[in-house]
T-cell receptor, first 112, second 112 residues
Framework: QQPVQSPQAVILREGEDAVINCSSSKALYSVHWYRQKHGEAPVFLMILLKGGEQKGHDKISASFNEKKQQSSLYLTASQLSYSGTYFCGTEPPGGGADGLTFGKGTHLIIQP | NAGVTQTPKFQVLKTGQSMTLQCAQDMNHEYMSWYRQDPGMGLRLIHYSVGAGITDQGEVPNGYNVSRSTTEDFPLRLLSAAPSQTSVYFC???????????FGSGTRLTVV
């Protein structure tokens, strides 16, 4: 079952912050985050392996609440280059041998 | 390193035809997967492999076959193409999920 992402779409001005949420109905081993620009392949941003773990990548960070089976992606002081579709991918307990299950994505548009 | 290489980039098939989408990686990754991406649906897992000689079905395997005779190659075969298989197909590989998945550039398939 696909994780649920919210919101479906966000429009921001350059410099504003955004939060994208990912929620699963199943227990999770880890959560991945990817960004995809139009016509291109998804690009790996980060993986969160432990409950409560937070990771950062430039001004993009994420948290993972293992108990609530939720993850959030935080984009701070957004830049034009952050535009794209963001996907979370989840792994069930037991690790990633079974492949990732992706959400439907969140479209992020950054305007000057 | 070339990363993950997919061929062809574009393909048009007639209903009932068969074809093989090629995927090769040169990073010595154990995990490989095939996804299809349709508008509004996110990325859905077709088949995956955790190593040479080992494959398994994902969420949407019907109409597709895979094999993994070497670590490097993971071809996807469409047995008898149907219009419902019109999609963008991505191959991805990972070293035991440590660094996330690296995606190929995709194959845009149209079945008429």
């Amino acid at each position: 079952q696909q994780p649920v992402q919210s919101p479906q779409a966000v429009i921001l001005r350059e410099g504003e912050d955004a939060v994208i949420n990912c929620s699963s109905s199943k227990a999770l081993y880890s959560v991945h985050w990817y960004r995809q620009k139009h016509g291109e392949a998804p690009v790996f941003l980060m993986i969160l392996l432990k409950g409560g773990e937070q990771k950062g990548h430039d001004k993009i960070s994420a948290s993972f609440n293992e108990k609530k089976q939720q993850s959030s992606l935080y984009l701070t002081a957004s830049q034009l280059s952050y535009s794209g579709t963001y996907f979370c991918g989840t792994e069930p307990p037991g690790g990633g041998a079974d492949g990732l299950t992706f959400g439907k994505g969140t479209h992020l548009i950054i305007q000057p | 390193n070339a990363g993950v290489t997919q061929t062809p980039k574009f393909q048009v098939l007639k209903t009932g035809q068969s074809m093989t989408l090629q995927c090769a990686q040169d990073m010595n990754h154990e995990y490989m997967s095939w996804y299809r991406q349709d508008p509004g649906m996110g990325l859905r897992l077709i088949h995956y492999s955790v190593g040479a000689g080992i494959t398994d079905q994902g969420e949407v395997p019907n109409g597709y076959n895979v094999s993994r005779s070497t670590t490097e190659d993971f071809p996807l075969r469409l047995l008898s193409a149907a219009p419902s298989q019109t999609s963008v197909y991505f191959c991805a590989s990972s070293y035991r999920m440590v660094g996330g998945y690296t995606f190929g550039s995709g194959t845009r398939l149209t079945v008429v």
